[in-house]
């Protein structure tokens, strides 16, 4: 099992960012997936979680700016990012799903917000 | 939103000795499946973090039997017997029964 973010970087406030997740090493249609964030010295935040059937759920710090999406064609999963703020500073990390349990995760995409 | 409240916040023990956290939700995280989505994650330094425990007290593959993770409704535990260097890092709890999903705070066990 493989997760490879990428699409990190520095962004203003206000603007938009797309990160994504390639999957390999198992059949990614078939598992939900998750995204948490992690501020700089601070814990763990969970951001969303989009199931294999594409249903989704995202918390509350983030939900009408964020949007979860996969391709299970391209074994990809994203996060749009808009409407940043300086807070969203984070590295991103994207995770399998078993039973909700994150069971797999990538080393994670920094993303600054910052004018 | 649930709350959980990990204590302690910190945690020294010495090689050998067992370690205990708890983390406590302010709703019951039984869900009307009857699965309880109470997780127990560990952040070594430098890494991503890595799964525990899922569903309270099952341990996912390849963890020592070391970790013992227990509850019910809103009072849960990990505890850690045997500590060993390995075992330093971040622990955290979270929980799927409820929208949105959350985590703990978290509680760093260091090594005396």
């Known amino acids: 099992v493989q997760l490879v973010e990428s699409g990190g970087g520095l962004v203003q406030p206000g603007k938009s960012l797309k990160l994504s997740c390639s999957a390999s090493g198992f059949t990614f249609s078939s598992y939900g997936m998750h995204w948490i964030r992690q501020a700089p010295g601070k814990g763990l935040d969970w951001v969303a979680y989009i199931s294999s059937s594409s249903g989704t759920v995202y918390a509350d710090a983030v939900k009408g700016r964020f949007t979860i999406s996969r391709d299970n064609a391209k074994n990809t999963l994203y996060l749009q990012l808009n409407s940043l703020k300086s807070e969203d500073t984070a590295i991103y990390y994207c995770a399998r799903s078993f039973n909700y349990a994150m069971d797999a995760w990538g080393q994670g995409a920094s993303v600054t917000v910052s004018s | 939103d649930v709350v959980l409240t990990q204590t302690p916040v910190s945690l020294s023990v010495t090689l050998g000795d067992q370690a205990s956290i708890s983390c406590r939700s302010s709703?019951?995280?039984?869900?009307?499946?009857?699965?309880?989505?109470l997780e127990w994650y560990l952040q070594k330094p430098g890494q991503s973090p890595q799964l525990l425990i899922y569903e309270v007290s099952n341990r996912f593959s390849g963890v020592p039997d070391r970790f013992i993770g227990s509850g019910s409704g809103t009072d849960f535990t990990l505890k850690i017997s045997r500590v060993e260097p390995e075992d330093l890092g971040v622990y955290y709890c979270?929980?799927?029964?409820?929208?949105?999903?959350?985590f703990g705070s978290g509680t760093k066990l260091e090594i005396k």
């Open positions: 979270f929980q799927a029964t409820h929208d949105p999903f959350t």
């Open positions: 709703q019951s995280l039984e869900y009307s499946d009857g699965y309880t989505y």
